[in-house]
């Protein structure tokens, strides 16, 4: 089965840019998408498509995915950020399948 | 707006089966396919189930294959997973999901809160 792999953990300062990564085989050939998850909340979409953000999700919250890495960046991180994210992958022969998970820290 | 109400968690022993349900608003259900994803206690998310918007096409991760059984009554914008031998392993909160495209399996573009299913031996 298909699988990716995220840091556990990702640490940042107010203001700062904070990259979240996500590895797979061929990664790039695959549709990403991207959840916060805040603690006893239900994840929310941030960013679907690779690149895209739906409605009500704020400009600094963006994706890439290209070879083996799919990135979710914040710019201009704020305490509010602070959460778990999730990637996701989706394709006709993996389903779905999520990554472990990066605990975003903003000191 | 979007609503997705799960119902039907609770405790279980593993010689027993649990249905859940979910039951969705705000959009045109029949159009759209759904899924479940659980999340154990402390651990990441992990897709279950997914379902077209017909019902004709299921697709399950490999630990619960012939356990659980996903299905729709799209004449009451109900999605169902009925859990069959559960196993401790399967002790998690349960939420219902929306796919975010016509087709799916996709993304996940709304989430329900979710219902706490513990399984006891």
């Known amino acids: 089965s298909y699988e990716m792999s995220q840091p556990p953990s990702v640490s940042v300062s107010p203001g700062q840019t904070a990259r979240i990564t996500c590895s797979g085989d061929?990664?790039?050939?695959?549709?990403i998408c991207w959840y916060q998850q805040k603690p006893g909340q239900s994840p929310v979409l941030v960013i679907y498509e690779n690149i895209k953000r739906p409605s009500g999700i704020p400009e600094r919250f963006s994706g890439s995915n290209s070879g083996n890495t799919a990135t979710l960046t914040i710019s201009g991180t704020q305490a509010m950020d602070e959460a778990d994210y999730y990637c996701q992958a989706w394709d006709s022969y993996t389903a779905v399948v999520f990554g472990g998970g990066t605990k975003l820290t903003v000191l | 707006q979007v609503r997705l109400v799960e119902s039907g968690g609770g405790v279980v022993q593993s010689w027993r089966s649990l249905r859940l349900s979910c039951a969705a608003s705000?959009?045109?259900?029949?159009?759209?396919?759904m899924h479940w994803v659980r999340q154990a206690p402390g651990k990441g998310l992990e897709w279950v189930a997914f379902?077209?918007?017909?019902?004709?096409?299921?697709m399950y991760v490999d630990s619960v294959k012939g356990r659980f059984t996903i299905s729709r009554d799209n004449s009451k914008n109900t999605v169902i997973l009925d859990m069959d031998s559960p196993r401790i392993e399967d002790t998690a909160v349960y939420f219902c999901a929306k796919d975010g495209a016509a087709g799916g399996p996709t993304y996940f573009d709304n989430w329900g809160r979710g219902t706490l299913v513990t399984v006891s031996s």
């Open positions: 379902i077209s918007s017909e019902g004709s096409h299921k």
């Open positions: 061929r990664l790039g050939d695959k549709n």
């Open positions: 705000g959009f045109t259900f029949s159009n759209c396919a």
